[in-house]
DNA sequence: TTTACATATAGACGATTATCTATATAATGC
DNA sequence: GCATTATATAGATAATCGTCTATATGTAAA
């Protein structure tokens, strides 16, 4: 994935909002559709490109689908984006507890 | 400047080829230009996004106006980003020689 | 297998955006 | 002042994008 494709996905109002949401817990589409003032099929759309620029994991339970944000993915894009365009200043990944 | 704008303002094909070629050197509009596939008009309104994002420092020089990559602040947006979507995550910067 | 529920997809539509041409502004030299 | 060069701005246009409604797909329960 390049740096382009990764600003363009994270560069969005809704898509940050449904990132913040299930930042750290899985969410259902329904959950995220009652916490977010637009419809579920646009909840859904925006889930389909974070989940095409691998933003998000989901898993099935049932008939609900839960999504979770990569984290991991998400800090790699912005080392990326640092590397190439700051390289003078270094970005490190530090896990934490 | 929130993360959305951030996101948006880097989030171009365009602007991130001008960020790569006035990102380690100064150089004059008409430069950049000579290395775009665009004309001059464009690249003067994707430098007014970039200038507005903060992302760009510019300096007159005569007739010419020199443009560089503000490092700092685009590691400081990738920094932001992460902070907020991936909180598990520690990204630290630290600057190179 | 029908019904109900959860999510995804299709298609339409308005808003935003990237690009262009034409023109304005700014700086320099004659 | 006038001409020249460099950059910015205005306005038009086509493409992209975000949102909606309508509908399809998938899963589970009756």
Redesign the interface.
């Known amino acids: 994935m390049n740096?382009?494709d990764f600003?363009?996905a994270?560069?969005?109002?809704t898509r940050?909002k449904i990132?913040?949401l299930c930042?750290?817990r899985q969410l259902s589409v329904s959950e995220i559709v009652a916490q977010m003032g637009v419809t579920q099929p646009t909840v859904s759309h925006h889930l389909k490109i974070l989940r095409d620029a691998g933003m998000v994991r989901m898993e099935r339970r049932g008939k609900e689908i839960y999504y979770t944000?990569n984290?991991?993915r998400?800090?790699q894009g912005?080392?990326r984006?640092?590397e190439?365009?700051?390289?003078?200043?270094?970005?490190?990944?530090?896990?934490?507890a």
């Not at 190439?84 to 934490?96: C, H, N, T, V």
């Open positions: 740096t382009v600003a363009k994270i560069g969005d109002e940050q990132m913040s930042c750290c944000l984290q991991e998400l800090a912005c080392c984006v640092a190439e365009f700051a390289p003078d200043i270094d970005l490190k990944i530090d896990s934490k």
